[in-house]
């Protein structure tokens, strides 16, 4: 079974707090994508990883991937209020159709 | 970035009517576009794979007949709900996947939210 696993499903952090939102899967990939989202709102693509240790930075994110352990990693660097939404990770596991399989969301709630 | 709208963006019937959806890549030519559908405070639920030209291929349990799919052209997928009811009441969201050099990324459109009275 195609299964995308994230935790913590909720998380509250003070600003200026680090901390890590995780992605397992269950079978061979080696593209994942993370995403956000605000209330009410699609989509914003975050970061595409494709291949083994895959490592990207965005201001207070950074992504990583480990193909092996079939492991991503969402690092938050010195929380602030407007990292506040929920993310989601999401696995390729398909073949030519490229179907994502989408995790469960982890909704982010930075506190001041 | 690749530019995907939805509309409408928000839109309310009545049991019993049908109601269309369109999704348009705008700056991109797209021969898959995929649908979803998202509940409150839930993750997105792959609906159909729509590719230009052909028929839609849907997920285990999600009727064709009542989610029509149509993606005539490489630039538009449409969404039919079909003699709607409360229960098809839900956020849809339309994607459309970019090509290899975007490493197949899908660009999402904004969503369209449906109620159904």
């Known amino acids: 079974e195609l299964k995308v696993e994230q935790n913590p499903l909720f998380l509250s952090m003070q600003e200026g707090k680090n901390y890590t939102i995780y992605c397992n899967y269950s079978?061979?990939?080696?593209?994942l994508y993370w995403y956000r989202q605000d209330p009410g709102k699609s989509l914003e693509s975050l970061f595409v990883?494709?291949?083994?240790?895959a490592v990207k930075q965005e201001g207070r994110l950074m992504a990583s991937l480990d193909t092996k352990a079939r492991l991503s990693t969402l690092h938050i660097t010195a929380a602030v209020h407007d990292l506040s939404a929920t993310y989601f990770c999401?696995?390729?596991?398909?073949?030519?159709?490229?179907?994502?399989?989408f995790g469960s969301g982890t909704q982010l709630t930075v506190l001041p | 970035g690749a530019v995907v709208s939805q509309h409408p963006s928000r839109v309310i019937c009545k049991s019993g009517t049908s109601v269309k959806i369109e999704c348009r890549s705008l700056?991109?030519?797209?021969?898959?576009m995929f649908w979803y559908r998202q509940f409150p405070k839930k993750s997105l639920m792959l609906m159909a794979t729509?590719?230009?030209?052909?028929?839609?291929?849907?997920e285990q349990g999600v009727e064709k007949d009542k989610f029509l799919i149509n993606h005539a052209s490489l630039t538009l997928s449409t969404l039919t709900v079909t003699s709607a009811h409360p229960e098809d009441s839900s956020f849809y969201i339309c994607?459309?996947?970019?090509?290899?050099?975007?490493?197949?990324?899908?660009?999402f459109g904004p969503g369209t939210r449906l109620t159904v009275t």
């Open positions: 700056d991109f030519q797209a021969t898959t």
């Open positions: 994607s459309a996947r970019g090509d290899r050099g975007s490493g197949y990324e899908q660009y």
């Open positions: 999401a696995v390729d596991f398909s073949g030519s159709a490229r179907q994502l399989t």
């Open positions: 990883l494709l291949s083994n240790g």
């Open positions: 729509s590719n230009e030209g052909s028929k839609a291929t849907y």
């Open positions: 079978t061979t990939s080696d593209r």
